[in-house]
Structures are given as structure tokens and as C-alpha cells.
């Protein structure tokens, strides 16, 4: 199970709330090059922040994000719909595979299968949510069918993994990397 201390999990919070402000969409502060993290943001809060005020925090971060660039673009009416709302219910469900995953990590190599296994679960899940929501209810899409949200999933899902599995990969081996050295000290210590 992983558990931190309180230190860092401020420090891994303010980590998150600046990869969010960084990467999502292309407002003001945007870094060129990098895809969103919104979705590994998400599940790694899950993961390394206990207080559960850490995803409402996140989550407007967000929303506060995306209205200060789709009011800037005049994008606003295509974006922020109805569907918007479906958000929740999406970043919810990543963050609580974050939650599941937390408790039943091990520090240990075999730990990777229950990992992989809790993000691509919860990143689907959240995908439907998400892209499923911005299909029916988003009011841009004339028919809708399930047949036409599949197709948006085959469209859409396998682009989204490469970012939040290189974002989740990463800070994996920080996490390894910091387990080792605190190991490491207690050594010396010793």
C-alpha cells in the first residue's frame, strides 16, 4: 500500500497542480510539445494524495483552465456544453483507480500487472464517460448511436494512452527512485 508522508504528498500535490496548469489544453501557460496530463494528473492524485479534497481541488484547476482558454478562443460554445458536466464522473473514475491501485501496490517488480490492470480500467471508464458524454449530450452531433460512440473510442481512446501511461510511467520510477534513496539513507543511519 502506498502511503506518504504528509510532506510529500504536498510536494507530489503541487507537482500535480503544476503538470496540470502546464499541459492541459493550450492557454496561456502551456508548455509547447507536451500532451495533457489531465488523465495520468488524475490518477496519480488517486494514488499519492489521501485528503480527499485533493480531486475537487484538481478538478476545478481544471474547469478554471479550460474557461480561461475557451473563453479566450471563442471556443466556449463547442466545448463547454452540457456534456462538460460528464467531466466529473470521468476524472472521478481515474482518480479512484488511483485510490484502488494505491492499496494494492507492492514494492515490488509484480506490482506492474495490478497497475496496468487499474489504469487502462479506469482510463476505458473514464474514456466513456468522457467521449461518450461529449457525443450524446454536447448537442454537436445530429444522430447519435452506440455504434457511433464505439467508433469514437476506436477513434479516439488508444491516442489518449501514450501520454497518460508515459506521464504514470514517470512518476513511477520517481516514486521507485525516492523509495530507494530514503532506503538508502536509513542504511547509512544505521
Known amino acids: 500500500m502506498i502511503t506518504l508522508s504528509s510532506r510529500a504528498q504536498l510536494l507530489s500535490g503541487l507537482g500535480l497542480i503544476l503538470l496540470l496548469a502546464l499541459t492541459r489544453g493550450h492557454h ?6 507536451l500532451p495533457s496530463a489531465s488523465w495520468a494528473v488524475f490518477f496519480l492524485a488517486g ?5 480527499r479534497w485533493s480531486f475537487p481541488l484538481l478538478f476545478l484547476e481544471a474547469v478554471l483552465l479550460d474557461l480561461s482558454y475557451y473563453g479566450w478562443s471563442g471556443a466556449a460554445a463547442h466545448c463547454i456544453t452540457p456534456a462538460y458536466a460528464l467531466l466529473v464522473p470521468a476524472y472521478a473514475t481515474l482518480w479512484y483507480a488511483g485510490r484502488v491501485y494505491a492499496r494494492l501496490h507492492q514494492d515490488r517488480f509484480s506490482t506492474l500487472a495490478p497497475l496496468l490492470l487499474t489504469l487502462l480500467v479506469g482510463a476505458f471508464v473514464s474514456n466513456l464517460f468522457s467521449s461518450g458524454g461529449y457525443y450524446f449530450f454536447s448537442g454537436n452531433f445530429e444522430t447519435t448511436s452506440l455504434a457511433g460512440l464505439w467508433g469514437r473510442i476506436e477513434q479516439y481512446f488508444p491516442g489518449k494512452l501514450p501520454a497518460l501511461l508515459g506521464y504514470t510511467a514517470v512518476a513511477s520510477m520517481l516514486y521507485t527512485l525516492s523509495r530507494q534513496y530514503k532506503t ?4 547509512i543511519r544505521t
Not at 494514488?47 to 485528503?51: D, I, Q, T
Open 28 to 33: 496561456f501557460a502551456s508548455v509547447e510539445h
Open 47 to 51: 494514488v499519492f494524495l489521501r485528503p
Open 184 to 187: 538508502c539513507q536509513e542504511l
